[in-house]
């Protein structure tokens, strides 16, 4: 924790959390945020749990408009799961106010802090422990981007400009690469080949989109396994978190950067390559529960090149991982070092899978066609 607890316990209590204050520990496995748990005690025998997080604002430059579309997608979404009968309490995520109003505080050192109920008897994942989380997370994800169907796209700020724009990315890595600023591209040379090799792939979901071949739709982003709480009882997916990314993207995106990390056979940073595949039948579930969950609103064209969708989503990543690393590690959090080429390496070994099995996740997607 690079806070010490009374500096935590005094930025948790600005906000309009129940009960007494117990305790504050470092949470979950995510690269951006710091996300902590708090503990609040009500009665002897009962305690609320909230998260409380740091927003990175080097990654989020404006907090304010990222806090926009989180209020506006989150009381969107509980209003339309009140009316289909859910527990909007649970199965959205619910932003707890400042006391005195206001959604998030900002602190003398600049950083901007918010805090979330604790969904409760739920799990998040950051591996695949059993096939029918992932199909449930599909399911999930798949829906909550139905439901955001008729939400007005055109109100969202863009949270990172150009996020899974892949043209944009590799053009951002060849600047890498090319001010070689951390003197460690001569290291990475093979990487940086397997990058340049797929120039051509980087323009194909970008053109198609810029064509109005396949739609604009207002989507997750990061869409990973650890983006969604899977309950304890039912084993659904019962709430889609971390919406810092929600703005208008591809369905291609939200299905493809989650087969990127939950069809993996390996974890993101795996260093035993011999470990990296994408599981076929992990990919065949998450496109059933995928397609189910978007409830008919994929087109044809999108369907056919979920395979495309899964394949760039991977490669983006590795690039992002590899630009990162290149620049001296200041965007993901990394826990070694060499840790973002650790992540690189895995990504660009499952697209190297992907490329090889071509075919097969090709025939699965075309029996939904
Ligand atoms: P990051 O952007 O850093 O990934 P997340 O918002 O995904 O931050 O939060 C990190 C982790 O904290 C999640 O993977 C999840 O395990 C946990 N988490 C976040 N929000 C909640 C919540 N409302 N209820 C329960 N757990 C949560
Ligand atoms: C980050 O925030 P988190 O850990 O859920 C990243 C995603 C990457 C992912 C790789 C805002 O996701 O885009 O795919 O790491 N989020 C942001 O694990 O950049
Ligand atoms: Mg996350």
Same mark, same amino acid.
């Given at each position: 924790m690079s806070r010490d607890k009374t500096d935590l316990i005094r930025i948790a209590e600005k906000f309009e959390i129940e009960g007494e204050l117990e305790n504050v520990t470092p949470h979950g496995n995510g690269h951006i945020n710091d996300t902590f748990l708090l503990t609040c005690r009500m009665t002897p025998e009962k305690v609320r749990k909230y998260i409380l997080q740091r927003m990175n604002h080097e990654?989020?430059?404006?907090?304010?408009?990222?806090?926009?579309?989180?209020m506006g997608v989150t009381t969107f979404l509980q209003? $339309?799961?009140? @009316?289909?009968?859910?527990?909007? @309490? =649970?199965?959205?995520?619910?932003?707890?106010?400042? $006391?005195?109003?206001?959604t998030y505080c900002k602190e003398e050192d600049g950083t901007f802090w918010r805090v979330y109920r604790f969904v409760e008897n739920a799990d998040s994942f950051d591996v695949v422990k059993r096939p029918e989380d992932f199909y449930? /997370? *599909?399911? *999930?994800?798949?829906?909550?981007? $139905?439901?955001?169907?008729?939400?007005? *796209?055109? /109100?969202?700020?863009?949270?990172?400009?150009?996020?899974?724009?892949?043209?944009?990315?590799?053009?951002?890595?060849?600047?890498?690469?090319?001010?070689? /600023?951390?003197?460690?591209?001569?290291?990475?040379?093979?990487?940086?080949?397997?990058?340049l090799e797929r120039e051509e792939d980087c323009h194909v979901l970008c053109d198609m989109l810029a064509s109005?071949?396949?739609?604009?739709?207002?989507?997750?982003?990061?869409? $990973?396994?650890?983006?969604?709480?899977?309950? &304890? @009882?039912?084993?659904?997916?019962? +709430?889609?978190?971390?919406?810092?990314t929600v703005m208008p993207g591809s369905a291609l995106y939200d299905y493809g950067d989650s087969i990127r990390f939950g069809a993996n056979t390996g974890e993101e940073d795996e260093k035993d390559l011999s470990k990296i595949s +994408?599981?076929?039948?992990?990919?065949?579930?998450?496109?059933?529960?995928?397609?189910?969950? +978007?409830?008919? /609103?994929?087109?044809?064209?999108?369907?056919?090149?979920?395979?495309?969708?899964?394949?760039?989503?991977?490669? @983006?990543?590795?690039? =992002?991982?590899?630009?990162?690393?290149?620049?001296?590690?200041?965007?993901f959090k990394i826990h070694?070092?060499? &840790?973002?080429?650790? =992540?690189t390496r895995t990504q660009f070994a499952m697209v190297k899978d992907m490329e090889d099995k071509w075919s097969k996740m090709q025939e699965i997607v075309e029996h939904y066609l």
């Open positions: 990654v989020f430059k404006d907090p304010a408009g990222l806090m926009e579309n989180v209003k $339309k799961i009140k @009316e289909n009968g859910g527990d909007p @309490e =649970r199965e959205a995520l619910n932003v707890i106010p400042i $006391k005195g109003g206001g449930e /997370s *599909a399911v *999930a994800f798949g829906h909550f981007q $139905k439901l955001l169907e008729d939400y007005p *796209a055109e /109100s969202l700020h863009e949270t990172i400009p150009n996020f899974h724009n892949t043209i944009d990315r590799m053009d951002k890595f060849k600047k890498a690469v090319e001010a070689d /600023s951390m003197h460690r591209a001569a290291e990475v040379e093979r990487e940086i080949q397997f990058v109005g071949e396949i739609p604009l739709r207002v989507t997750h982003n990061d869409t $990973k396994l650890n983006n969604i709480m899977l309950d &304890h @009882e039912t084993g659904k997916g019962i +709430c889609v978190i971390d919406l810092d +994408c599981d076929l039948e992990l990919f065949a579930l998450y496109t059933k529960g995928f397609i189910e969950g +978007c409830g008919g /609103s994929l087109t044809e064209t999108e369907i056919k090149m979920l395979p495309m969708g899964a394949k760039l989503m991977t490669l @983006e990543c590795g690039i =992002r991982f590899l630009t990162d690393y290149l620049e001296g590690d200041h965007y070694r070092p060499e &840790h973002n080429l650790d =992540r």
